[in-house]
């Protein structure tokens, strides 16, 4: 049998898998952005009608469609940061020769990603409760009045952003740590013998080869980020004041309880543009940087 025959005969099976429950579902989303369909539509098909653009230039002229951008931006650009920081600092910690039990910190901090998210959230909205909250209680202690952390447009969204951070962190942690166990050892030694501390260890050899790992995290962490919905949900509803509204809370209001399956189809595209705007910027910028540093 010819090589690229047989390849594409093993293909076959998951390619029919991806355009069954990938390939057509975004195709019919996008169909579905070029009309009308509503509740009317979903009663009687032949209420459906053809309207091009409209959805989409509609969303550009809405307030809460920028104002739910906004709030994304925003979750993304404070977020992701703290989160790569947060999972870097703990893979470096873990991966020192001078922590114990490793196997028990590794389970412990990585616990949090696979509980489930309704379920944490919850928990996390009486802790953060107004009157009888734990970190109200502990503020208390100290002398510091009551935070209204989830009623309160100014902490909303941060509290939120401490939420997620701690919830997801841990993944980004164990790719961390394997691109840090890839690190030829030879590099760390070479360096002792001439004198290097281990600041200037962590400055020129490992920051420098994670570097590939870094931009991959980022761009995991940038686009899950993006797509933030269960967390203000559950614990704020999108308030205060529609404080916490994302672009893809918007959607799913536009969906499920407008059901404007048309609009929030527009909703959907509109936000995969900005993910891939960005995600083509930072790609472009780290390219940039790296050929920088080769002519350097």
């Known amino acids: 049998m010819n090589p690229p025959r047989a390849a594409w005969l093993f293909l076959a099976p998951a390619l029919a898998v991806l355009a069954v429950f990938f390939l057509l579902p975004v195709l019919g989303a996008l169909a579905l952005s070029l009309t009308d369909y509503d509740l009317y539509a979903l009663a ?48 470096l910690l873990l991966n020192s020769p001078l922590t114990r039990a490793r196997a028990f910190f590794r389970t412990a901090l990585f616990a949090p990603v696979v509980t489930t998210v309704v379920a944490v959230a919850l928990i996390w909205r009486y802790l953060f409760n107004t009157r009888y909250g734990v970190v109200n209680g502990v503020l208390g202690q100290l002398g510091i009045g009551p935070v209204d952390w989830l009623g309160d447009p100014r902490w909303a969204m941060p509290t939120i952003i401490a ?8 993944y980004n942690m164990i790719i961390f740590m394997a691109g840090l166990q890839a690190i030829p050892g030879e590099l760390y030694e070479a360096a002792r013998i001439d004198g290097a501390s281990p600041w200037r260890q962590l400055r020129h050899i490992t920051l420098p080869m994670l570097r590939p790992t870094a931009l991959m995290v980022a761009i995991l962490t940038v ?56 995600t083509a910027a930072m790609l472009y910028l780290a390219r940039n940087h790296d050929d920088a540093s080769e002519r350097a």
């Open 44 to 91: 009687d098909v032949h209420n459906l009608r053809f309207v091009g653009l409209h959805n989409y230039w509609a969303l550009l002229h809405r307030p809460l469609f920028w104002s739910a951008l906004g709030h994304t931006v925003y979750f993304v650009a404070v977020g992701v940061p703290l989160s790569v920081a947060a999972s870097l600092g703990a893979a």
């Open 163 to 170: 939420f997620a951070v701690w919830k997801n962190f841990g």
């Open 223 to 278: 686009s899950g980020y993006f797509q933030l919905f269960a967390e203000p949900y559950v614990m704020t509803e999108g308030g205060p004041l529609q404080s916490t509204v994302s672009v893809l809370y918007l959607m799913y209001d536009e969906g499920f309880t407008w059901w404007n399956l048309g609009s929030a189809s527009a909703v959907a595209f509109l936000l995969f543009l900005v993910m891939f705007a960005v």
